[in-house]
């Protein structure tokens, strides 16, 4: 658990140095690198080495193999050791400092995809 902790603590003083950062400039370069992520995301899409690919991934999914990787996942996350751990994640995430932090990770992301760029609620 204090490993845990401690990643979390990194996390959100990493989150905290960036939004203290020119919040502005980077909002912006967010944005900039979504809408080519997108761009370059709906080019490949679009192309026929992309097609295969979809294709490809199709085929893996409906394979005997995927089935059993699936069938054993859910195994898995029926177990008593994954509900203990969940329910562990769960009491984390209700400290404090989490909440913040998923809070302004939240505020981020929603300025990112709305293209305000902070602008509503001024510069943070």
Known sequence: MNEIERRLREFASR????????SKTARQRGADGVQQAAA???????SERGQRAASKISDLRTSETAKKAEAALNDLRASETAKKAESALADLRQREPVKKAEESARKVVNDLFSGTGGKAGGDR
């Open 40 to 46: 370059r995301a709906k080019d490949f899409r679009e």
């Open 15 to 22: 989150l905290s140095a960036w939004f203290s950062s020119n």
